[in-house]
C-alpha cells in the first residue's frame, strides 16, 4: 500500500512539475499580431519534416501561436513533391516562392490582421 501511495505521489508530481514548466514557458498575453514561422526550403527539403515537426510541437504545446509558411528557395521537383506531400497532411502549412514571401507577409484583412 505505501508502494502504491508513493507511486501514486510521484505521478502527481511530476505531472504538476510538467504543468507549471508549461506554462512558465508559455507566453502570458495573445497580442493582435500575427506571427509566422517562415521556414526558407531548398534542394530536396533535407530537414523540412524535422523543423516542422518541432515547430507543430511548439503549437501543440501551446507554447506559442504561428502560422506556419514554407518558402521556396530553390527546391527540386522532389522538394516540392515533399512540400505538397506536407501541404496534404496540414492543410494550414503555407507554401509561396521566395518573390512573393513579402507581399504575402503584407497583406491584411478589413480588420487590420494580415491574411493570405
Request: glycine content about 4%.
Given at each position: 500500500?505505501?508502494?502504491?501511495t508513493a507511486l501514486?505521489?510521484?505521478?502527481?508530481?511530476?505531472?504538476?512539475?510538467?504543468?507549471?514548466?508549461?506554462?512558465?514557458?508559455?507566453?502570458?498575453?495573445?497580442g493582435t499580431v500575427p506571427v509566422f514561422a517562415v521556414i526558407p526550403a531548398s534542394g530536396d527539403g533535407e530537414?523540412?519534416?524535422?523543423?516542422?515537426?518541432?515547430l507543430h510541437?511548439?503549437?501543440?504545446?501551446?507554447?506559442?501561436?504561428f502560422t506556419l509558411l514554407i518558402v521556396d528557395a530553390g527546391l527540386t521537383p522532389a522538394g516540392q513533391a515533399l512540400?505538397?506531400?506536407l501541404r496534404h497532411k496540414d492543410p494550414a502549412l503555407?507554401?509561396?516562392?521566395?518573390?512573393?514571401?513579402?507581399?504575402?507577409l503584407k497583406r491584411k484583412d478589413d480588420n487590420g490582421y494580415f491574411s493570405l
Open positions: 500500500m505505501e508502494i502504491l501514486l505521489s510521484v505521478t502527481v508530481l511530476l505531472l504538476a512539475g510538467r504543468l507549471l514548466f508549461l506554462h512558465l514557458l508559455s507566453p502570458t498575453q495573445q530537414g523540412l519534416e524535422h523543423t516542422l515537426r518541432h510541437w511548439l503549437r501543440e504545446e501551446k507554447l506559442s501561436h512540400v505538397e506531400a503555407l507554401f509561396c516562392p521566395a518573390e512573393e514571401a513579402t507581399l504575402i
